[in-house]
């Protein structure tokens, strides 16, 4: 077919295969039996109400309040940013997007990503002796040295390291409406299938993306395009599983970074859905999700042997233009942006654009059945894996996330004292700190568009930590 010349061109191969015998499991130092592993679990468009644990209207996620009854659940948890590439950017390097250079979201055409001078927290646990993975989508760039598995030359003469840390990757590079496939399931407005043959390209409307074929990548190597959507929630359980077993079976300890791509759009209905077939897309696509979930929580229960730390997020709030396709922000509707025709969701600040569902797992060190209302943050989870691992912070960094194990163990019931929300695209400039936190009181600083007094904001952004962006 004519459209499969479109694929998306990697600058710069590496001889870094895309199967797991060419992944180095083997066993070195000091590492066995001692260093806890971790599976990070990042939902996409997920709203804080799509959890039953938090929301009695939600139905759908049994797996997930499972795993909230045998851990622990966090109610004031939030994303580090209000849409994808800000919000990644920041989980894997702890710092806010001011900090990282990563500010919005990147597109099909971006030659470039989260920048080759910020270590994440693959790089760091690799250094560390740990096996790392990445499966599902990565949004962080997907050219050249900016892809989660390229191999480049070492500066330090250490040879060859993983730029991004991982030494293996399956997924896709973006979010998966950002380009053709086959498959196109429910979207608003519906999005055509790839043309095929010599078939003209699409008359592409509002909100669809162009003739690209959506590729997915088993690491450096495209192995389908375009993605079958349908098949691609089987495919990242499966991947996962073998990953984890792999990994415990080699005794190193590993790291598995899982990036869904629920509950984005488009959403499709697929064998690992449950239930009745009149249930409406977005359940059908949250019970999907569930599953797959559970599926690695099994795995984990099975392989991990009480020493695997599980930690499950989301990456912003719902989507709300996409109406019934999207999730449920719970109690956080945002009415006075609402009723001036304004999303109370993703790419805002309000409560609802970054306030998130966060479960921690880990049987023996996280008590179970705890709900915990300490404010936290997706920036948090950097340095606590870190902690947790006996792994020093990278030096010559200001973070803005906490290590947070105090609080995971019940030993403590505080975390930020102030928590800074950067603009994500709905109004202002793209990463400006936007909204400040301070313990139960929240004051915005730009509204209707228009900013308003900053020095208050300016005072507690010098107090708390901005007063460097290094």
């Given at each position: 077919?004519?459209?499969?010349?479109?694929k998306?061109?990697?600058?710069?191969?590496?001889?870094?295969?895309?199967?797991?015998?060419?992944?180095?499991?083997?066993?070195?130092?000091?590492?066995?039996?001692?260093k806890?592993?971790?599976?990070i679990?990042?939902?996409?468009?997920?709203?804080?109400?799509d959890?039953?644990?938090?929301w009695?209207?939600?139905?759908?996620t049994a797996?997930?309040?499972?795993?909230?009854?045998e851990?622990?659940r966090?109610?004031?948890?939030?994303a580090?940013?209000?849409t994808?590439?800000p919000?990644?950017?920041?989980?894997l390097?702890?710092?806010?997007?001011?900090?990282?250079?990563?500010?919005?979201n990147?597109?099909?055409?971006?030659?470039?990503?989260?920048?080759?001078?910020?270590?994440t927290?693959?790089?760091?646990?690799r250094g560390?002796?740990?096996?790392?993975?990445?499966?599902?989508?990565?949004?962080?760039g997907?050219?050249?040295?900016?892809?989660p598995?390229?191999?480049?030359?070492d500066p330090?003469g250490?040879?060859?390291?993983g730029?991004?840390?991982?030494?293996?990757?399956?997924?896709?590079?973006y979010?998966?409406?950002?380009?053709?496939?086959?498959?196109?399931?429910?979207?608003?407005?519906p999005?055509?299938?790839?043309?095929?043959?010599?078939?003209?390209s699409?008359?592409?409307?509002?909100?669809?993306?162009s003739?690209?074929?959506?590729p997915?990548?088993e690491?450096?190597?495209?192995v389908?395009?375009p993605?079958?959507?349908?098949?691609?929630a089987?495919?990242?359980?499966?991947?996962?599983?073998?990953?984890?077993r792999?990994?415990?079976?080699?005794?190193?300890?590993?790291?598995l970074?899982?990036?869904?791509?629920?509950?984005?759009?488009?959403?499709?209905?697929?064998?690992?859905?449950?239930?009745p077939?009149?249930l409406?897309?977005?359940?059908?696509?949250?019970r999907e999700?569930?599953?797959?979930?559970?599926?690695?929580?099994?795995?984990v229960?099975?392989e991990?042997?009480n020493?695997?730390f599980?930690?499950?997020?989301?990456?912003?709030g719902?989507?709300?233009?996409?109406?019934?396709?999207?999730g449920?922000v719970?109690?956080?509707?945002g009415l006075?942006?609402?009723?001036?025709?304004?999303?109370?969701a993703?790419?805002t600040?309000?409560?609802?654009?970054?306030r998130?569902?966060?479960?921690?797992?880990?049987p023996?060190?996280?008590?179970?059945?705890?709900?915990?209302?300490?404010?936290?943050?997706?920036?948090?989870?950097?340095?606590?894996?870190?902690?947790l691992?006996?792994?020093?912070?990278?030096r010559?960094?200001?973070?803005?996330?906490?290590?947070?194990s105090?609080?995971?163990f019940?030993w403590?019931?505080?975390?930020?004292?102030?928590?800074f929300?950067p603009n994500?695209g709905?109004a202002?400039?793209d990463?400006?700190?936007?909204?400040v936190?301070?313990?139960?009181?929240k004051?915005?600083?730009?509204?209707?568009?228009k900013?308003?007094?900053?020095?208050?904001y300016?005072?507690?952004?010098?107090?708390?930590g901005?007063?460097?962006?290094?």
């Amino acid at each position: 077919m004519a459209w499969l010349s479109l694929k998306v061109l990697l600058v710069g191969l590496s001889f870094l295969g895309c199967l797991y015998p060419l992944v180095d499991f083997s066993f070195s130092g000091e590492t066995r039996g001692q260093k806890p592993n971790f599976v990070i679990i990042l939902a996409d468009d997920m709203g804080w109400g799509d959890l039953g644990a938090n929301w009695a209207g939600t139905k759908d996620t049994a797996n997930l309040d499972k795993m909230a009854a045998e851990g622990m659940r966090f109610v004031d948890f939030h994303a580090a940013a209000s849409t994808c590439s800000p919000s990644r950017a920041a989980l894997l390097t702890g710092r806010l997007g001011l900090r990282n250079g990563v500010t919005h979201n990147f597109a099909v055409t971006s030659v470039g990503g989260l920048p080759l001078n910020e270590t994440t927290l693959a790089e760091v646990l690799r250094g560390a002796g740990y096996v790392t993975g990445m499966i599902g989508k990565w949004h962080l760039g997907h050219h050249g040295s900016h892809h989660p598995s390229f191999r480049g030359e070492d500066p330090r003469g250490t040879g060859y390291l993983g730029n991004r840390g991982f030494d293996y990757y399956f997924g896709i590079p973006y979010s998966h409406d950002m380009g053709c496939t086959d498959t196109p399931g429910y979207n608003h407005p519906p999005c055509p299938a790839c043309p095929r043959g010599d078939r003209p390209s699409r008359n592409l409307e509002r909100d669809c993306y162009s003739d690209v074929a959506l590729p997915l990548y088993e690491n450096l190597n495209i192995v389908e395009q375009p993605v079958n959507l349908s098949a691609l929630a089987q495919k990242y359980a499966e991947k996962a599983t073998q990953f984890i077993r792999q990994a415990s079976t080699s005794g190193r300890p590993f790291l598995l970074y899982v990036g869904l791509a629920h509950m984005h759009v488009p959403l499709t209905r697929t064998p690992l859905s449950a239930g009745p077939r009149s249930l409406r897309p977005y359940s059908a696509g949250l019970r999907e999700m569930d599953r797959l979930v559970g599926r690695i929580k099994d795995t984990v229960d099975l392989e991990g042997k009480n020493n695997t730390f599980l930690w499950f997020t989301g990456d912003n709030g719902p989507w709300a233009q996409k109406c019934e396709l999207a999730g449920s922000v719970g109690p956080f509707t945002g009415l006075w942006q609402a009723r001036r025709g304004g999303s109370p969701a993703k790419q805002t600040t309000w409560e609802g654009g970054h306030r998130v569902p966060a479960l921690a797992y880990w049987p023996g060190r996280v008590p179970g059945n705890v709900t915990s209302a300490a404010l936290l943050s997706v920036l948090d989870i950097f340095p606590t894996v870190l902690a947790l691992a006996g792994a020093p912070l990278p030096r010559g960094r200001r973070f803005d996330g906490l290590d947070v194990s105090q609080v995971l163990f019940g030993w403590a019931q505080t975390g930020h004292r102030v928590l800074f929300h950067p603009n994500s695209g709905a109004a202002g400039e793209d990463g400006a700190l936007q909204t400040v936190r301070l313990e139960r009181y929240k004051a915005f600083y730009v509204t209707d568009g228009k900013r308003l007094d900053y020095s208050p904001y300016i005072t507690l952004s010098k107090r708390y930590g901005f007063s460097r962006l290094s």
